[in-house]
């Protein structure tokens, strides 16, 4: 089989082949008894894992809009949301809440179905190849979820915590890695264990697919390389706590935003640490996105000043390549007329396409799209009611020209673009800078 080609395994005629293969790579076992079906390769659709895929790398495999964006439609789900929607191989969106219910809504924003569980509390989710979504509960199950059954399709129980941070990683065999708050747990496509491992601190965000490790940041920032079947490896540390997740590029490096105003870098096959940029003013906000360039990988951020929102995409050197303002803000001050410390907001991170477009949402809460030409055209209307985290909890790639904003109000909405009008003529609001602007003050 083709890696990353989706495979049908029948597997009552090769039974007895694939029974001593995938004992031996300690996948998943199978039973010749019981004929089945196993669906292999990489997760199908447009974002099956949070941040797009098994790098984490925000990078959109289908255009984002481009020209005058527009609300094609916002749906209320009735859910608690906590975490970003993933868009599967069925072409739906599956929108996970915080109680382990599971909406499917297809591109028109028709609901295809609702799964309830009901669980006490979930942890993120992944899409796996066969187009099960995959999450952990509070109670120690992992839980399988698919738009054809109104039943879970599995619950394995796993023990520990759920982990609220590190984001499953769905296989190209077909399972799922799933983190506790202190191991790390490989499930097969039917829910069966096949692999865990204890590391030693807690994953503290999304897991990373890198070769045949699975990488594991923690908490402290230090980053842990685990092959099924081996120990844990140290393999570096960024030397602080990560925001939002890291990336890794297509040159072997994890990219992350630490001490609020470095973007970091890690040499996974090394363990070398350097600094790609440090923002001359303000803060930078993860997780990046990345995607690969003329000179070697670029990376997509939110930057921010007292004053000022923008996007940054910066090359790797650390020089910007752009520095496209999204927001404005009051200037804040304290009693005696000072500036106070800036805080970062709660923020979403960017997507990117492969042309160059980045989708966004400032810390306003304004949505908007940047063109490979460095047009910023932005939503006129909040996309999400403010509310604990400023209403967005992430974005999704959702068919071609299109993507998904979730809210944690329970609100999922899909931005599409228009034809852009001739210059001078009317748009949501545009602003295109003739040049990268280079931020000389607050």
Known sequence: MRRGALAFVAVAAVAGALVATFRDAGAQRIDPRRPSVLVVGAPGGAAPMQRVDSRRSGLSKTPLPTGTLRIAWSKTTGLTLDQPALSGPDGTLAVVSSRGDVAFIDAEG???ATIKVGAAQVGPAAITADG????ASSGGDVIGVRRS???PRFSTRIGGERNVRAAPLALDDGGVVIATTSDLVVLDSEGGVRARVALPEMPGAALVAAGDKILAVTTSGAVFGWTPGREPVRLGSFGAPIDGGAALTDRGT????????HLAEVDVARGGRSTRSIAAQGLYLGPPAVRGGPAGPTATLLALTHTRGFVVTLDPGGQE????????????TLPDGGAPTLVAPPHAGPLVDARGAIAFVATDGHAGVIGPDGAVDTLGELVCAKGARSGVVGLTPFGANAFAVT??????VRVTGTPE????????????PAAPERSTGD
């Open 110 to 112: 028709e609901e295809r």
């Open 132 to 135: 099960t979504v995959v999450y």
């Open 149 to 151: 059954s109104p039943q």
């Open 254 to 261: 994890l990219l992350a935003v630490i001490e609020g105003n």
């Open 321 to 332: 390549l752009l520095r496209a303002p999204i927001a404005s803000f009051n200037a804040p």
């Open 407 to 412: 809210c944690d109000g329970g609100v999922v």
């Open 421 to 432: 009008p001739a210059r001078g003529g009317p748009a949501s609001s545009s602003a295109r």
